[in-house]
């Protein structure tokens, strides 16, 4: 028999927004090893069209597989919306999970009213998979949905608190809750939204429950290891880091999202596509 459990967490994103979902992979699973993958000469895809997601996030994993791993995580967002099911068919046996079903399962359990807003890029929510995979969940429960796309840029540029992140957190909130006054769960949908959590929270104010996609994940992804017997044991080795474009830009903005810090030089320029 193959002993699989020593291989790899493959982990997708198309940028270094991803991080924030890598950061509590770890966090929960100190002994797994990482590759991390960030598409970040095609970012940002949240403004692409789904079948342009469908065929980045093919390259991706398909770039990941080739290297030999155990399991895949989407930590996009906009990718998880178009790709779960597409890889999931095309890896099969192999585990893939999206941060779309466990987000969306910690925002119903969170939520009492179950009126529940969905921030996102525009394709994740012009592709409704959040608004389905919470209606599935629960029914009777409203869920909205409102693309914030200036939040991404913001995240980048590390205006996350502060004047001018309140004012735009302002114009996104003030709609969504202009529509709906009894939300009472704001599901973060985007790997940029958590780092601008204090905005968010000095906008909605204190009895409005924020819920991050990340950590849901990282417990999804520790039952289903556990499940199928594909815990790694041994001591913690560093994540591989890889990028498309720029590790410089990605060593630089990913320190944020990961929430530590580490040089570009710990990045591997990688191609998905190249000219044969
Ligand atoms: N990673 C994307 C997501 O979670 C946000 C950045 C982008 O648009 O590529 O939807």
Redesign the pocket.
Known sequence: MIDNNGLPIGVF???V??LTVLRALRQRLPNEHFIYLGDTAR?????KSGDSVLRYSIQAAEFLVNQGIKYLVI?????SSVAVEPLRQRFAPMPVIGVIEPGSMAGCAASKSGHIAVL??E??VRGGAYQRAITRLKPDAKASAQACSLF?ALAEEGWTDGAIAEAIAHRYIDELFGNDPRIDTLLL????FPVLADALRAVIGPTVTIVDSADTTARAVEAELLDRGLLRSGNPLPPILQATDSPERFARVGSRFLGESFDAGRVELVDLAPST
Do not use: I, Q
């Open positions: 994103d198309s940028g927004g991803g970012l940002p895809y949240g403004t930590a996009c967002n906009t990718a996102a890029t394709g994740t991404v949908g985007c790997t940029h």
